[in-house]
């Protein structure tokens, strides 16, 4: 079995490789799986405006919120795991704890704004209250002046 080299390895060889060889590998590497392409998208075309990637997130989130089957707790129970997954991939893509702030915060608010009874399900009350701990965790890391403005809206959250 090939061993993977580890991440400095990694690394030491693309330092060393010529700019169209980097492109070709980078191109090679976004063909074989979604997420690969859908990473590479953000890194070249969203990164350097953080506010719309946040805002086209958040619009992605309401948009999945209004299409949950409320009329069944076990469908809708499925939809929200699926927004949150994808909640959780940009998240992963950013890797910025503003940003994870921000999107986990407008989840659980699209959570409790959409009138689905997910306090009945015991699932779906300790999915809200484990992201309820993600965010605060996420929040902690932050400084001060931003904690501050995101206080009150996390306070808002009911527990």
Partial sequence: MIETAGIAAIRKELD??????????CLRLAAY???NKELLSYLLFEADNEAHFISAVKEEIDLSYADINKANLYWAKKSIR???RITNKYIKYSAQ????????LHFC???????IAYRQ???LRNLYQNQLKKLNKALSTLHEDL???????IAALPA
């Fill in 82 to 84: 699926k927004i949150l």
């Fill in 109 to 115: 608010q699209a959570l409790n704004a959409s009138g």
């Fill in 16 to 25: 060393r490789l010529p700019p169209k060889t980097l492109k070709a590998l």
């Fill in 97 to 104: 704890k503003p940003t994870e702030v921000e999107l986990l």
């Fill in 33 to 35: 799986k979604k997420e």
């Fill in 147 to 153: 904690q501050y403005d995101y206080a009150d809206a």
């Fill in 121 to 123: 399900s015991t699932t």
